[in-house]
C-alpha cells in the first residue's frame, strides 16, 4: 500500500514535468539576416523552416532524463563528455538540491545536452538558427536596431545569478519562444564554428577559411556589443564545459 | 716649425680617435641590455597581490624564481560615487587590479580563474609578456573554468595589463585593467612609501552623479565622453579618509597607470614635483618634472621627497576631469612645517588682472529627472560628496576657507545670516569684497553649474557641518533664486 502511494505520488509529480508545457516546440518559419558574424561578405544566411522549444530545459525535465540515462548523471558521466563542473550544483545524481525545479538546467555540457535532445528525438539548434530566433523582441522578427531590445539584452549582463530564476518569466517573442535573453546562455550545435581566438583583436588572419570570426574587422554591426559577447562566450567554450549560466533548449527540423 | 705642427697635429687625430673609438666602445658596452631570457630560476614562490592603493613588498635583491599569480575574475556591482552603483568587471576584485610585482628573469605562471557565476569569459594581456596576445590568446576562459599559461619576464619596467575579450573596449571600460612591475635586477632604489594610483574612464547613461545602478553606454565611449574620469575605479577612492599618506622628509614613490579605455592622462600632483620619472614606465629617468603624460595603456613610476606638511592633490591636469569627473585624490603629509620651503600666505589682498567680472560656467541642457525626495541624512551624504568635489578645493575639507584667499563656512556669519544669498553666490557667482567672521575677502567666487538637488544637498550638507546653523535647503528654494 505505502509502496504504490509513492509510486502514485512520484507519478504525479512528474506529469507536470515531462509532458508539460515546457518541452512546448512552436514553428519558425524559413527566412534570411545577416548575423554578426559568419555571413561572408556579409550576404544574408537562409534559415530553413524548423522547431524550437518554447523554453529552456529546466531542472526537472534533465532530471528525468538522467533517471532514464543514468550514465549521464553526476558520478557516472565520463570525462570525455563532460568536466568536473557538470551539474555540480546538483546534491547527488538523482536530487537536484535547492534549485527550483522550474529553472533551467545549467551546468551542463554539449555533449549532454545534444544527447538530451536526441534522445527526444530532438537536436540541438544550429547557431545561425538560435540567432535568428533570438533577435525578434514581442513584435519584430528583427529588433536588433531597437535601441531599447539591445538595452534589455545587456541589462542581463549586469544582473547576477539569473539562472535562478523559473523559465517564461521574460518575454515572450515574435515566434512566442521565451528566455533568449535574460535567463541563461545556450548551446548551439555549431557553437564553434566561429572562431574567436582567445586574442580577439588579431582574429582578422584571411587563412581562417572555417573560422571567419573576428572581433571587429570582420562583424556586420560594431555596435551590436551584445551579440560580441555571446560569440565570445561561444569561443571560450570546448564540448565537454560545463557552467552555471550556461543551458540549452533542443530544435527539430519536422514536427514532433 | 711647419713641419712639427703636422706631426703633432696627426698625433693628436691619432689620439682623438683612439679615445673616440674607446668611448663608442665602452658605450655599446653599457647599453648592451643583459640577455635576462638566460636568467635561470632559483626556486618557486607565490606572488603577494594586492589591491589599490597597497603595492607588494619590495623584491630587493632575491633571485629570479618561478612566480605563481592566482588571480580571480570577478563580476561585481560596486559603488562609483554616492548614490552611484556599477557593475565592474574586475581581475582580483578591485579596480585596477590586484598589482604584481616581479624582477626581471621571473618565470610567472598565470593561473587565470573565471569565477562561476560569472556571466562572460575572459582573458588577460600582459603587456610584460613578450609572447602573441600579451597572453591573451592561450588565456581566453570561460566562467567556471582556470586557464594556466606561463612567461618570461625579460624587460624590467611597469607595465599594464587588460582583458582582451571581445567587445575589447567594452571588458577595459569596465576595469578589467591593472600594472604588473617588472623589477630590474637588485631592485628598484628603497623608498619610504609606495603607492598604486591608477586612472580610468567610465562611461555611464547617466550623466555624472545619475543616481541608481548605472549600465555602461557605448554610444559615449565610441565618442570618447566619458562620464567619470577617476583614480582607482571611483570617486572618492583617495580622498574622504583614503588619502595616501606620509610624513614630511619621506620619499614616496608611486606607480601609477592609466587603463583608459581612451583618455590619456596628464599626471600631476599640486605642490610637488617629481624627482625622478621613469618615463612611460620604462628605463629612462626624467628628473623635475611637473607633469607627466601617461597614454592609455601606459604607465609612469614617479618619486619624490616630501617636505613640507599639507594636503597635496593628485590630479589629471587636463583639469576639468579633475574637478568635474572625479580624477582627484589627496597625498596627505604630516609632519613639521618647513618655513624655509614654503612660508605659508605672506601677502594680503588680490590682484584681478582681469577684474572683477563674474565667470560663468555653460549651462548644459539636460534632460530633467524628477528630484526624489530626501531625508536630510540622505541630503547631507550626497552633499558631501558634491563638496568633495566641487568646493572642497577652496574652501578646504573642514570648510575652514584659506586665510586671506577664501572665504571659510565653517561657523560662518555670511553663510548663516542669508540661506537665499547663499545660494544666489552658488548659482549666480560672486566677486568683491565680503567680510566673513570679521575677515575681509576680495576674491571671485564661479557660478557653478549643478543642479537644483545637486545645490540643496551640498547646501544643507553646508548648514549642518561645522558648527553652521542647520538649515534645510530644498531644491525647491534653490529654483526661486535661478
Known amino acids: 500500500m505505502r509502496k504504490s502511494i509513492l509510486i502514485i505520488i512520484l507519478f504525479l509529480a512528474q506529469i507536470p514535468s515531462i509532458n508539460g508545457q515546457e518541452s512546448r516546440m512552436v514553428p519558425i518559419k524559413e527566412g534570411t539576416f545577416v548575423p554578426l558574424y559568419g555571413a561572408t561578405a556579409k550576404k544574408p544566411v537562409n534559415v530553413r523552416s524548423f522547431y524550437i522549444d518554447v523554453y529552456p530545459i529546466t531542472n526537472s525535465e534533465y532530471l528525468s532524463f538522467i533517471k532514464k540515462n543514468p550514465s549521464f548523471s553526476k558520478s557516472k558521466i565520463k570525462g570525455i563528455f563532460a568536466d568536473k563542473s557538470y551539474l555540480s550544483y546538483w546534491k547527488s545524481d538523482f536530487d537536484f538540491g535547492n534549485a527550483n525545479p522550474k529553472s533551467p538546467v545549467a551546468n551542463v555540457s554539449w555533449f549532454a545536452a545534444k544527447k538530451y535532445c536526441e534522445c527526444q528525438g530532438k537536436r540541438l539548434p544550429t547557431m545561425d538558427e538560435w540567432e535568428y530566433v533570438a533577435m525578434a523582441d514581442e513584435k519584430k522578427i528583427d529588433a536588433r536596431t531597437k535601441a531599447e531590445f539591445n538595452k534589455y539584452i545587456l541589462s542581463w549582463y549586469e544582473k547576477s545569478k539569473t539562472y535562478e530564476n523559473p523559465i517564461g518569466k521574460t518575454f515572450q517573442n515574435y515566434w512566442g519562444v521565451y528566455d533568449m535573453h535574460g535567463l541563461v546562455w545556450e548551446w548551439t550545435a555549431d557553437f564553434n564554428s566561429i572562431f574567436l581566438s582567445g586574442e580577439s583583436r588579431k ?54 | 716649425m711647419k713641419k712639427k705642427y703636422k706631426i703633432s697635429s696627426q698625433i693628436r687625430i691619432f689620439f682623438f680617435t683612439i679615445c673616440t673609438i674607446m668611448i663608442v666602445s665602452s658605450c655599446k658596452k653599457e647599453t648592451t641590455p643583459s640577455d635576462y631570457t638566460k636568467i635561470i630560476t632559483d626556486g618557486q614562490m607565490e606572488a603577494e597581490l594586492t589591491a589599490p592603493p597597497k603595492v607588494p613588498k619590495p623584491i630587493g635583491n632575491r633571485s629570479a624564481m618561478k612566480l605563481k599569480v592566482n588571480m580571480e575574475i570577478k563580476e561585481q556591482e ?98 578589467m585593467y591593472g600594472l604588473i612591475l617588472v623589477e630590474p635586477e637588485g631592485g628598484l632604489p628603497p623608498v619610504d612609501k609606495e603607492y598604486y594610483v591608477m586612472q580610468g574612464d567610465f562611461y555611464t547613461q547617466g550623466e555624472y552623479g545619475a543616481k541608481g545602478l548605472q549600465p555602461f553606454d557605448m554610444n559615449k565611449a565610441v565618442k570618447e565622453t566619458p562620464d567619470y574620469v577617476v583614480f582607482n575605479g571611483k570617486v572618492g577612492s583617495l580622498t574622504n579618509g583614503n588619502e ?239
Open chain 1, 203 to 256: 582574429d582578422k588572419s584571411q587563412d581562417k577559411n572555417l573560422f571567419c570570426g573576428a572581433a571587429s574587422v570582420n562583424a556586420t554591426d560594431l555596435m551590436d556589443y551584445a551579440a560580441f559577447m555571446r560569440y565570445a562566450f561561444r569561443g571560450s567554450l570546448k564540448a565537454q564545459y560545463s557552467t552555471r549560466n550556461l543551458g540549452f533548449r533542443c530544435a527539430s527540423t519536422t514536427k514532433l
Open chain 2, 78 to 175: 560596486g559603488i562609483m560615487t554616492d548614490g552611484v552603483k556599477y557593475t565592474y568587471w574586475t581581475f582580483g576584485g578591485s579596480v585596477p587590479g590586484s598589482f604584481i610585482r616581479t624582477r626581471v628573469g621571473d618565470e610567472v605562471e598565470f593561473h587565470l580563474k573565471n569565477h562561476p557565476d560569472n556571466k562572460l569569459p575572459h582573458n588577460i594581456d600582459l603587456h610584460a609578456v613578450t609572447g602573441p596576445g600579451g597572453g591573451a590568446s592561450s588565456s581566453l576562459v570561460a566562467p567556471g573554468h582556470e586557464k594556466v599559461f606561463s612567461f618570461k619576464v625579460i624587460n624590467p619596467g611597469l607595465y599594464v595589463y587588460h582583458c582582451a575579450t571581445a567587445p575589447v573596449g567594452m571588458h577595459i571600460a569596465n576595469g
Open chain 2, 244 to 482: 595616501l599618506t606620509a610624513k614630511v622628509g619621506e620619499t614616496v614613490r608611486l606607480f601609477v597607470g592609466n587603463g583608459g579605455p581612451n583618455l590619456v592622462s596628464s599626471f600631476h600632483v599640486i605642490g610637488e614635483i617629481f624627482d625622478n620619472v621613469h618615463v612611460e614606465g620604462g628605463a629612462l629617468i626624467n628628473k623635475n618634472v611637473q607633469t607627466t603624460l601617461i597614454p592609455a595603456g601606459g604607465s609612469a613610476i614617479v618619486d619624490f621627497k616630501v617636505e613640507t606638511p599639507g594636503n597635496f592633490i593628485i590630479v589629471d591636469h587636463s583639469i576639468f576631469r579633475a574637478f568635474n569627473k572625479g580624477a582627484l585624490g589627496i597625498l596627505k603629509v604630516e609632519g613639521n612645517e618647513n618655513k624655509k620651503i614654503y612660508s605659508g600666505t605672506i601677502q594680503e589682498g588680490i590682484y584681478l588682472p582681469e577684474g572683477g567680472t563674474i565667470q560663468n560656467m555653460p549651462v548644459v541642457k539636460t534632460a530633467k529627472t524628477a528630484i526624489p525626495k530626501r531625508t536630510i541624512a540622505e541630503k547631507i551624504k550626497i552633499g558631501k560628496e558634491i563638496f568633495g568635489t566641487t568646493c572642497f578645493a577652496c574652501h578646504q575639507s573642514e570648510g575652514q576657507g584659506i586665510p586671506h584667499a577664501f572665504p571659510p563656512l565653517a561657523k560662518s556669519d555670511y553663510l548663516n545670516a542669508d540661506s537665499k544669498r547663499a545660494i544666489k553666490t552658488i548659482l549666480h557667482g560672486l566677486s568683491g569684497e565680503v567680510t566673513v567672521n570679521g575677515e575681509k575677502f576680495n576674491s571671485i567666487m564661479p557660478a557653478q553649474n549643478l543642479s537644483d538637488d545637486e545645490i540643496a544637498n551640498v547646501m544643507t550638507y553646508i548648514y549642518n557641518s561645522w558648527g553652521n546653523n542647520k538649515t534645510e535647503v530644498t531644491p525647491e528654494m534653490v529654483k526661486s533664486q535661478r
